[in-house]
């Protein structure tokens, strides 16, 4: 970020795409270079994706308006139409905490308004535990023992809206992408 002030964890944001896979075909998805020139597009600073999977980390100061403008911008593009939540960096330094100590598991996104809420902890019956949720996200663990699932469809019935869904250990390397973001190590 040469010659540019300090970037706030309040300015970072972090977008979630559902079923998005950079460059996979048979989801619509965009490359590499067609997403972050779509957040560029539409002003976002210094855009990287984490990973293959639709998670993109960039400077903006205003919450999922942007994002959302990106994701049209991809369907003419390539054809992508789907669902995309954002999160800001604070809420990402803040989940992180909450992620220590907790093995596999996987944290599952989504929007309701505040003041929905899940009573916790929930089982469901292949053994995936619901250990906290709120009305933008949970998190869950399965029973030792069990047969992992995909946590999205269950939380999904749940909640009654769209989910997105990423390993914990996914959303912790976000996390630090937001804290490398924060120090000033990457963006140009």
């Known amino acids: 970020m040469t010659g540019e002030a300090p970037v706030t964890l309040r300015e970072i944001r972090v977008a979630f795409f559902r079923n998005l896979n950079l460059g996979q075909s048979r989801s619509h998805s965009p490359t590499s270079p067609q997403l972050l020139d779509a957040f560029v597009e539409a002003g976002a600073r210094s855009p990287s994706?984490?990973?293959?999977n639709g998670t993109v980390v960039y400077y903006h100061s205003t919450g999922p308006t942007l994002a959302r403008r990106v994701a049209k911008l991809l369907t003419p593009m390539c054809g992508y139409r789907d669902m995309v939540t954002v999160r800001s960096g604070v809420a990402l330094i803040e989940l992180d905490r909450r992620?220590?100590?907790l093995g596999n598991g996987?944290?599952?996104l989504y929007d309701k308004p505040p003041g929905f809420d899940l009573p916790t902890p929930i089982e469901s019956e292949d053994g995936?535990?619901?250990i906290s949720a709120n009305h933008r996200r949970a998190i869950t663990q399965h029973r030792p023992g069990?047969?992992?699932t995909n946590a999205g469809p269950f939380?999904?019935?749940?909640v009654g809206v769209p989910t997105t869904t990423r390993s914990i250990t996914t959303m912790r390397r976000v996390a630090e992408r937001v804290r490398q973001y924060a120090g000033g190590g990457l963006g140009s």
Do not use: F, K, M, Y
Not at 155 to 158: C, E, G, Q
């Open 146 to 148: 069990s047969h992992p």
């Open 155 to 158: 939380i999904a019935s749940l």
């Open 49 to 52: 994706h984490v990973g293959t």
């Open 106 to 108: 996987e944290v599952v």
């Open 99 to 101: 992620l220590r100590g």
């Open 128 to 130: 995936l535990i619901v």
